[in-house]
Antibody, heavy 118, light 108 residues
Framework: QVQLVQSGSEMRKPGASVKVSCKAS????????LNWVRQAPGHGLEWMGR????????TYAQDFTGRFVFSFDASVNTAYLQINSLKAEDTAFYYC???????????WGQGTLVTVSS | DIQMTQSPSSLSASVGDRVTITCRAS??????IAWYQQKPGKAPKLLIS???RLESGVPSRFSGSGSGTAFTLSISGLQPEDCATYYC??????????FGQGTKVEIK
């Protein structure tokens, strides 16, 4: 069965970097792009963008350019979200989600909480 | 950018009630909308795609309708396990997406 398993919670100081992983199983990794979605505590869902796991081309939402980097390693069926120059407002759950034709996501990871605090 | 506005932001209903959530797009998006359910502490779950297509395994009490700028998600016969926040998401501007702000459903 399709599964997306994300890395565990992280705590960082402002200005540091963090890398969240999303390991896929149960399907051919390079056949589906992966989306990243942010959810600040008590808030709604924000689409951050996606990585095309066939071409390697990332697409970033307007609010997530510059400090956010999508990547993947197909040899281990894993996608990554790196956030640089962390700010307190980056404190949130980050979800990876399998993409269907750039239309919607049918399977989601369990989420990774990133806490940014001095 | 297309804005997605959900109403109400929260509602409280009794078990067995029919519940309707509305999502309005700032411009026409044909039927390019999906609906998700998110229970507390859990990841979102896809319920409906392309405005009205029920995903496999989703109870038939859930239904979606609409086209253009106005869409609804209905739950006919609310169950305790339906307590969750529901989000709409447009993909008309694919490859970029927008989510609505969410509607929290509680049991009276």
């Amino acid at each position: 069965q399709v599964q997306l398993v994300q890395s565990g919670s992280e705590m960082r100081k402002p200005g540091a970097s963090v890398k969240v992983s999303c390991k896929a199983s149960g399907y051919t990794f390079t056949h589906f792009s992966l989306n990243w979605v942010r959810q600040a505590p008590g808030h709604g869902l924000e689409w951050m963008g996606r990585i095309n796991t066939r071409s390697g081309i990332p697409t970033y939402a307007q609010d997530f350019t510059g400090r956010f980097v999508f990547s993947f390693d197909a040899s281990v069926n894993t996608a990554y979200l790196q956030i640089n120059s962390l700010k307190a407002e980056d404190t949130a759950f980050y979800y990876c989600a399998r993409d269907l034709q750039d239309w919607y996501s049918d399977f989601w990871g369990q989420g990774t909480l990133v806490t940014v605090s001095s | 950018d297309i804005q997605m506005t959900q109403s109400p932001s929260s509602l409280s209903a009794s078990v067995g009630d029919r519940v309707t959530i509305t999502c309005r797009a700032s411009q026409g998006i044909r039927n390019y909308i999906a609906w998700y359910q998110q229970k507390p502490g859990k990841a979102p779950k896809l319920l409906i795609s392309s405005a009205s297509r029920l995903e496999s395994g989703v109870p038939s009490r859930f239904s979606g309708s609409g086209s253009g700028t106005a869409f609804t998600l209905s739950i006919s016969g609310l169950q305790p396990e339906d307590c969750a926040t529901y989000y709409c998401q447009q993909f008309y501007t694919s490859p970029t997406w927008t989510f609505g702000q969410g509607t929290k459903v509680e049991i009276k």
